[in-house]
């Protein structure tokens, strides 16, 4: 185990969260299903982590109702999924940055993601490949300005600056992505989160 991953993970637990690490993308899927009951509804954020663990297909075979704004869901429109989502009783996510101090920060344009961590869910889980480790808070401002906003904005055909430079201009533009950012210091009142460390490379 690196010694950022044991930093990282031991002081989380210190700092309120649960931690569980994963050797692989499928014990990660697997933890999620054991962790969820299966009456729970479970709400998404935007992650191309969760999408590579392959966690959505899993709880809907099982029959979760699921409410991803990235997946279709018969009858109801985009908006809607997301509003079911912002409601669910578990909410998924992934993050952008931890911090070997074990705080969790997460940048985002519209604040879906930082909402589910603060309200209205029973329990939050982060799912976190070891790319998203960072010494400190000035090492997670500068991943997420420069590994995790700029791909992201190339994935969504954003026109931003750093869609094509690569890195962050502290851009103006009306498709930027970098809106809020949220800084968990330690777990807050009303939502426990569990973050799953798993030990790949997942996501931006
Ligand atoms: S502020 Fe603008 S340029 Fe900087 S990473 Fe965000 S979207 Fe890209």
């Not at 690490?21 to 479970?42: C, G």
């Not at 500068?142 to 430079?165: D, F, V, W, Y």
Request: glycine share 8%; hydrophobic share 40%; with cysteine.
């Amino acid at each position: 185990m690196s010694n950022l991953l044991e930093q990282a993970a031991h002081n989380l637990a210190r700092n309120g969260f649960t931690v569980h690490i994963a050797d692989s993308e499928a014990e990660a899927a697997d933890f999620l299903l054991r962790e969820i009951p299966t009456d729970w509804s479970v709400g998404f954020g935007g992650s191309i982590s969760l999408d590579q663990i392959g966690i959505y297909p899993k709880l809907a075979e099982r029959g979760n109702p699921v409410y991803w704004h990235w997946q279709s869901v018969p009858g109801l429109s985009r908006q809607e999924v997301q509003q079911k989502a912002s409601t669910a009783d578990a909410f998924l996510l992934s993050s952008n940055a931890i911090t070997a101090s074990g705080a969790i920060v997460n940048t985002d344009g519209y604040g879906n993601r930082l909402a589910g961590l603060l309200y209205g869910h029973q329990r939050a889980f982060i799912v976190a490949g070891v790319n998203k480790l960072v010494p400190d808070l000035d090492a997670a401002r500068i991943r997420i300005a420069n590994q995790a906003a700029p791909p992201n904005t190339r994935r969504l055909k954003l026109e931003t600056p750093c869609a094509e430079t690569g890195y962050c201009m502290n851009c103006d533009s009306p498709a930027r992505i970098c809106n809020a950012t949220l800084i968990l210091h330690r777990q807050p009142g009303a939502v426990p989160i569990t973050v799953c460390l798993v030990k790949r490379t997942l996501g931006f």
